[in-house]
């Protein structure tokens, strides 16, 4: 069975850092396409970081430079290190993994979906 568990929000300034972990079961980390996404409220979904199983990693400008997502293969987890936090960054945290097409691409929607994680940025 699949599941994905995510932890490490909570509340930090604006300024701040915060690392979110991802525990899977059911399958390995190393060969799906994993993610994080957000949803603010009122505000529609949006992905913050995506990892190929080639480690190719993808960001919007929204974050990139400040978000970094990484694979720990060993403990089978995804992390997400969130740098320079602002009050926009508040949000409900989700950790996502689909199946790879063929080849390994990625371009198809998660289909698995952690509970989601709270972060809170005060300014």
């Known amino acids: 069975q699949v599941q994905l568990v995510e932890s490490g929000g909570g509340s930090v300034q604006a300024g701040g850092s915060l690392r979110l972990s991802c525990a899977a079961s059911g399958f390995t980390v190393s060969s799906f396409c994993m993610g994080w996404l957000r949803q603010a409220p009122g505000k529609e979904r949006e992905g913050v970081a995506a990892?190929?199983?080639?480690?190719?990693?993808a960001y919007p400008d929204s974050v990139k430079g400040r978000f970094t997502i990484s694979k720990d293969i060993m403990k089978n987890m995804l992390h997400l290190q969130m740098n320079n936090l602002t009050p926009e960054d508040t949000a409900m945290y989700y950790c996502?993994?689909?199946?790879?097409?063929?080849?390994?691409?990625?371009?198809?929607?998660?289909?698995?979906w952690g509970q989601g994680i709270q972060v809170t940025v005060s300014s």
């Open positions: 996502a993994a689909v199946s790879p097409l063929k080849g390994g691409a990625c371009n198809r929607p998660f289909t698995e």
């Open positions: 990892i190929d199983p080639d480690g190719t990693t």
